[in-house]
């Protein structure tokens, strides 16, 4: 799992270890500041991982940019799930 500082607490790292998900998470400056006063190490981030990140990001923003699809006008999951396989298709084909 890849995710932003957001992400980033004990609660969720523990759940993701329990079921031995790998995770590339930065940490947030004050778990840094309180890691280092606890003289425990660091969490290693996998950069080159952490960068692919970015790719996902902006295809949900391309996505959501379909004003449909970003406000959750559909009731139905079937609905909703046929939205955004045509605002996929808008994206990938060509104009």
Known sequence: MVGDKGYSSRKIRAYLRQRGIACTIPERAD?????????????????EIYRRR????????????????????????????????????RLWLPN
Not at 65 to 82: E, F, G, S
Request: net charge positive.
């Open 31 to 47: 778990q840094i500041s309180g890691r280092r006063r606890r003289g425990e190490s660091l969490c290693r981030l996998d950069h």
């Open 54 to 89: 970015n790719v996902v990001e902006r295809c949900f923003n391309r996505l959501e940019q379909n004003k449909d699809l970003a406000t959750h006008y559909d009731k139905r999951a079937r609905h909703y799930k046929a939205l955004v396989t045509l605002a996929c298709l």
